[in-house]
């Protein structure tokens, strides 16, 4: 079965700096997604970044970046130039490319924004 | 609607009644998700839908709980007898195919008193 770890409870960053919160997952497919999503304290999950795991090139959304690396299945998140409203929780998701698939995520990672 | 479309936002109810939450997608989108986020803690799967095909109803915590939907359109995911340990977050997604992210309602807070 497949499953998505993020290990990190919850992380703190400074503003303006940049971090990085980790996610791992196990699978023995080769053509999936990996998704972060971000849920405010409005609770709306938000889709940040998608990646593609055919694709080599890591994904970039403007100030939010992965380093996929397949052969470990480490699919992590960097929030460079951090701002107060980046503090949420941050969620790591899996899908298969199959349609029949559902959404798989981790426990999620609390991210902390000091002023 | 431009999004997905969650109602109510809040149910406060008894223990031992039955509630109904209402999910609306987007339109033309084929997958439903509903999954349960207790508080402080991650999503968990409930029920996936997929245009015709069986739903998947693996993630169902027990047969108190039931979802239905209407072809492509409206899902309704029903809690029969509910207890405290019920108290959550339901979220409900919806995706336009397989290439393509699900997107979430605001989700429903229940609080069994």
């Known amino acids: 079965a497949q499953t998505v770890t993020q290990s990190q409870p919850e992380m703190s960053v400074q503003e303006a700096e940049t971090v990085t919160l980790s996610c791992t997952y196990d699978?023995?497919?080769?053509?999936?997604?990996l998704f972060w999503y971000k849920q405010p304290p409005s609770r709306q999950m938000i889709l940040v970044i998608r990646?593609?795991?055919?694709?080599?090139q890591n994904a970039t959304e403007n100030r939010f970046s992965v380093n996929f690396q397949k052969a470990a299945k480490s699919f992590s998140l960097k929030i460079s130039d951090s701002q107060l409203g980046d503090a949420a929780m941050y969620f790591c998701?899996?899908?298969?490319?199959?349609?029949?698939?559902?959404?798989?995520f981790g426990s999620g990672t609390r991210l902390l924004v000091r002023p | 609607g431009a999004g997905v479309s969650q109602s109510p936002s809040n149910k406060v109810t008894e223990k031992g009644k039955d509630v109904e939450l209402r999910c609306d997608p987007i339109?033309?989108?084929?997958?439903l998700y509903w999954y349960r986020q207790r508080l402080g803690q991650g999503l968990e799967f409930l029920i996936y839908?997929?245009?015709?095909?069986?739903?998947?109803k693996s993630g169902l915590p027990s047969d108190r709980f039931s979802a239905e939907r209407t072809g492509e359109s409206v899902s309704t995911l029903t809690i029969q007898r509910t207890q405290q340990e019920d108290s959550a977050v339901y979220l409900c997604?919806?995706?336009?195919?397989?290439?393509?992210?699900?997107?979430f309602g605001q989700g429903t807070r229940l609080t069994v008193v």
């Open positions: 997604a919806s995706r336009k195919d397989r290439n393509t992210e699900a997107f």
């Open positions: 699978t023995s497919e080769s053509d999936y997604y």
């Open positions: 990646q593609e795991a055919y694709k080599q």
């Open positions: 998701a899996y899908r298969r490319r199959d349609s029949s698939y559902k959404l798989i």
């Open positions: 339109s033309g989108h084929t997958a």
């Open positions: 839908f997929q245009g015709n095909s069986a739903p998947d």
